[in-house]
């Protein structure tokens, strides 16, 4: 690429771009990396139609996120969004020739809105945040072997194999779910959802005082575990010692109102009902000298690596956590304070044990520090401004991205 020409591509995704950690890493990456970004995502109101965000280029579509329980919505919601792509996707592309167009799921199927793009040559990327089988028939309780989960098995099949190559977010997901749906290893890359450490930069100063101050950020819903989260609190022995604060909204958020209304926690939690845009929410944890992952363990949250526990540790906070699959291959059983899974009496207890002791504090601490390093986004950013070049072949820049 000569200095005065950069590489344009495309990407989209079905969310609200500047509240999505993944997708702007991604973004900024690229950019850094010497293409131009152009990125098709949803319209929060009172948000402008288009917007330089750090380089990229954000192009709204006329839509918000469907908050709700009912399948048959969310898959409308994805359709209506599938077809604005569709459209949009096909202007961009007589205007810029874009040789890559990076998808993120949900939905999988969002990839055929590249079908003009694709005959004209256009390398496609599949991101595959969450496997959409198991994520539809976790939070919809209708299981796997369904009639409605071998429908979406089929169409993540079929877009797997429509695109030149697959992402995702790490290593358990590839072996655990992708590779049993039939998806084929060549094509997989895994490019970590870890945490980005410039930032969420180490703590340097870190005091153990005498209350606990847990934090809870991200997408309320009810895997997240927050249900059994609260109903720990209730049952906590030093509730003068304990407090909770929760930044984020989803599906779940009426509905935890209403617990911490019904468990008189009003005093213990603070609800932050909304998302906040990435590169400020540091600000909002600054408070904070506990992280909490009280995730809900099911067919897809079983390989659930949450990016909160990678973002407190690379502050150097302790964490308190469930184990899963994902969880459990990454992590070893003294780096964080576990409790058992589905088990609110369990957690209950270490957080009584924290407020008891602060020497267990600091050490969970010192850990979190020691750990830091093995899951920073700085090194996954290089593998995938990599694989950007390898598709559009494009040589690396003296003044990006080594």
Same mark, same amino acid.
């Given at each position: 690429? *000569? ?78 969004? %599938? #077809?604005?792509? /569709? ?13 890559? &167009? ?5 939905? +999988?199927?969002?990839? %055929? ?16 945040? +969450?496997?959409?089988?198991? $994520?539809?028939?976790?939070? %919809? ?26 992402? $995702?977010?790490? +290593? ?25 450490? &410039? ?44 407090? /909770? ?6 599906? #779940?958020?009426? $509905? ?14 603070? #609800?932050?009902?909304? =998302? ?98 093995? %899951? =920073? ?14 598709? $559009?072949?494009?040589?690396?820049? =003296?003044?990006?991205? *080594?």
């Amino acid at each position: 690429m *000569t200095s005065h020409r950069r590489e344009p591509i495309l990407m989209m995704a079905y969310t609200y771009y500047e509240s999505d950690p993944r997708v702007i890493r991604e973004a900024e990456a690229a950019v850094e990396g010497g293409f131009e970004v152009d990125f098709l995502a949803l319209r929060r109101p009172g948000s402008p139609p288009t917007e330089m965000a750090r380089g990229v280029r954000l192009i709204r579509l006329n839509q918000a996120k469907y908050r709700g329980r009912g399948h048959v919505r969310y898959l409308l919601a994805y359709m209506k969004f %599938f #077809f604005s792509c /569709l459209v949009m996707t096909t202007r961009l592309f007589f205007a810029r020739r874009y040789r890559v &167009i990076h998808v993120n799921n949900m939905p +999988d199927f969002l990839v %055929f809105s590249t079908f003009i793009p694709r005959l004209f040559g256009t390398k496609v990327i599949l991101d595959i945040h +969450d496997p959409m089988p198991n $994520t539809f028939a976790s939070k %919809f309780k209708g299981g796997e072997g369904g009639f409605f989960y071998r429908l979406l098995l089929w169409q993540e099949r079929l877009s797997a194999a429509y695109c030149s190559r697959i992402v $995702t977010v790490h +290593d358990p997901v590839r072996d655990g779910i992708l590779l049993k749906h039939g998806l084929a290893p060549g094509s997989i890359s895994v490019i970590a959802n870890f945490a980005d450490d &410039i930032l969420f930069p180490l703590r340097q100063s870190f005091k153990s005082d005498d209350i606990i101050r847990l934090i809870f950020h991200g997408t309320i819903l009810e895997r997240s575990g927050l249900g059994m989260l609260l109903v720990a609190l209730s049952h906590v022995r030093h509730k003068d010692r304990v407090v /909770l604060k929760i930044i984020g909204e989803g599906d #779940f958020s009426q $509905t935890l109102t209403g617990m911490i209304q019904s468990l008189n926690l009003r005093d213990v939690v603070q #609800f932050d009902n909304r =998302s906040y845009p990435v590169h400020s929410i540091l600000d909002q944890i600054a408070d904070c000298n506990v992280g909490i992952v009280p995730l809900e363990i099911s067919s897809v949250t079983n390989y659930a690596l949450p990016l909160k526990l990678l973002e407190y540790i690379s502050l150097g906070l302790p964490v308190v956590s469930v184990r899963n699959k994902a969880i459990s291959y990454y992590l070893g059983e003294n780096d964080c304070l576990f409790f058992e899974r589905d088990n609110p009496d369990s957690l209950s207890a270490a957080l009584d044990r924290l407020a008891e002791d602060p020497d267990t504090v600091m050490r969970y601490r010192e850990r979190s520090v020691a750990l830091r390093g093995r %899951f =920073s986004w700085s090194g996954e950013k290089k593998k995938y401004v990599a694989l950007l070049r390898d598709l $559009t072949g494009v040589e690396g820049r =003296s003044d990006g991205i *080594t």
